[in-house]
T-cell receptor, first 115, second 113 residues
Framework: DVKVTQSSRYLVKRTGEKVFLECVQDMDHENMFWYRQDPGLGLRLIYFSYDVKMKEKGDIPEGYSVSREKKERFSLILESASTNQTSMYLC??????????????FGQGTRLTVV | DQQVKQNSPSLSVQEGRISILNCDYTNSMFDYFLWYKKYPAEGPTFLISISSIKDKNEDGRFTVFLNKSAKHLSLHIVPSQPGDSAVYFCAASAQGGSEKLVFGKGMKLTVNP
């Protein structure tokens, strides 16, 4: 079974802090994604990566950056956390072409609260 | 501009009855559609998909119907079970799935025992 693991289930950070959200997948998937989920807004794509050291902006990249130094790990970085970044963050991975419509395997989510 | 719309935020049904979850899309380039289910505190999991070359796809209790002319798809769950209570996301993609997935806002289904 594919496993996508996010390093933290719950995080509380202060405004202005630099925050790292880590995601690791164990099935050698090429493609990894970061979403945020907010009530009434559904899932929105922040960034994705279809290869090591490659990254593409999603729909809402402002205030975020990402890092993919190794195939299995995709990090989401909040350079200076703000309260409007309080959200549930979901990491996902897929195999094949960048958006091959196979299953997307999601991590369990990280609930980030910025105070 | 929301390209994938789930206009009803919630639905409540009795156990054993049919649940019908609806999804509309505006982008005529979409040709592949998926449903995901999400339990609280968990990531979404893939449920069922349909390509635009079909108008129906079944998997056990779950059936997805696609009406291309109306740009509408629906997920039918028969019979509904309490364990089906979750948030359901509709998603769409273009060019046979080579374009990024666009998600709806989700719909909370509650199945009452």
């Amino acid at each position: 079974d594919v496993k996508v693991t996010q390093s933290s289930r719950y995080l509380v950070k202060r405004t202005g802090e630099k925050v790292f959200l880590e995601c690791v997948q164990d099935m050698d998937h090429e493609n990894m994604f970061w979403y945020r989920q907010d009530p009434g807004l559904g899932l929105r794509l922040i960034y994705f990566s279809y290869d090591v050291k490659m990254k593409e902006k999603g729909d809402i990249p402002e205030g975020y950056s990402v890092s993919r130094e190794k195939k299995e790990r995709f990090s989401l970085i909040l350079e200076s956390a703000s309260t409007n970044q309080t959200s549930m963050y979901l990491c996902a991975s897929t195999t094949g072409g960048p958006w091959d419509v196979t299953e997307a395997f999601f991590g369990q989510g990280t609930r980030l609260t910025v105070v | 501009d929301q390209q994938v719309k789930q206009n009803s935020p919630s639905l409540s049904v009795q156990e054993g009855r049919i649940s019908i979850l609806n999804c509309d899309y505006t982008n005529s380039m979409f040709d592949y559609f998926l449903w995901y289910k999400k339990y609280p505190a968990e990531g979404p999991t893939f449920l069922i998909s349909i390509s635009s070359i079909k108008d129906k796809n079944e998997d056990g209790r779950f059936t997805v119907f696609l009406n291309k002319s109306a740009k509408h798809l629906s997920l039918h769950i028969v019979p509904s079970q309490p364990g089906d209570s979750a948030v359901y996301f509709c998603a769409a993609s273009a060019q046979g799935g080579s374009e990024k997935l666009v998600f709806g806002k989700g719909m909370k289904l509650t199945v009452n025992p």
